[in-house]
């Protein structure tokens, strides 16, 4: 398996501007998780789904902020308006029934707005 | 509601020397913990996990932990560092029963000096 696809690997754009960040889990794994780290937050939950459905996504920051998983093998983190605040990386991760797996991550999408 | 805690920033230690990376927890139940690592520019990789049994658990790269209930920690260990070693290290913990997701430490930057 290619492990947890992330892409763009980086994406510069300028506030305001629309920005879609995509994953493809795991084939198999039915929880998908996206991250936020930064230097001065870590490594923050921002929402995740099971079996496409989203579970908890009181970590997403803002109304800008929207997730989807149309089906077992995508899903997308947009943002709209961006601001220069949520230049970060991005983490898409997978895993089978958390309960005693672990998560595999994607090797994440560097943002920055401008 | 689970915590980790990870009290130091950074870890400094010569090529060769034991290493410890130190974690506590808190959490409602047994814990099931992990150990990640993330090398510059890349996702996190899990390195170990406990989820019952033996208190020492090994993992990759020639890393263990030891789990110790009644301290709450669950501190990484090597017996002999390697420069490449060099890496920023999660803790993480969940619950032992349920579905929630992972939370994780801050992070601790380990350096190997050769």
């Known amino acids: 398996d290619a492990g947890v696809i992330q892409s763009p690997r980086h994406e510069v754009t300028e506030m305001g501007q629309e920005v879609t960040l995509r994953c493809k889990p795991i084939s198999g794994h039915d929880y998908l998780f996206w991250y936020r780290q930064t230097m001065m937050r870590g490594l923050e939950l921002l929402i995740y789904?099971?079996?496409?459905?989203?579970?908890?996504d009181s970590g997403m920051p803002e109304d800008r902020f929207s997730a989807k998983m149309p089906n077992a093998s995508f899903s997308t983190l947009k943002i709209q308006p961006s601001e220069p605040r949520d230049s970060a990386v991005y983490f898409c991760?997978?895993?089978?029934?958390?309960?005693?797996?672990?998560?595999?991550f994607g090797p994440g999408t560097r943002l920055t707005v401008l | 509601a689970q915590s980790v805690a990870q009290p130091e920033d950074q870890v400094n230690v010569a090529e060769g020397n034991p290493l410890t990376v130190k974690c506590t927890y808190s959490?409602?139940?047994?814990?099931?913990l992990f150990w990640y690592v993330q090398y510059p520019n890349r996702g996190l990789q899990f390195l170990l996990k406990y989820i019952t049994g033996d208190n020492l658990v090994k993992g990759s790269y020639g890393f263990e932990a030891e789990f110790n209930k009644s301290q709450t920690s669950f501190h990484l260990k090597k017996p002999s560092a390697l420069v490449s070693d060099s890496a920023l290290y999660f803790c993480?913990?969940?619950?032992?029963?349920?579905?929630?997701?992972?939370?994780f430490g801050k992070g601790t930057r380990l350096s190997v000096i050769a």
């Open positions: 991760a997978s895993s089978l029934d958390p309960e005693g797996n672990e998560q595999f």
């Open positions: 959490v409602s139940g047994n814990p099931y």
């Open positions: 789904f099971n079996n496409n459905v989203p579970i908890d």
């Open positions: 993480a913990v969940r619950p032992g029963s349920g579905n929630t997701p992972l939370v």
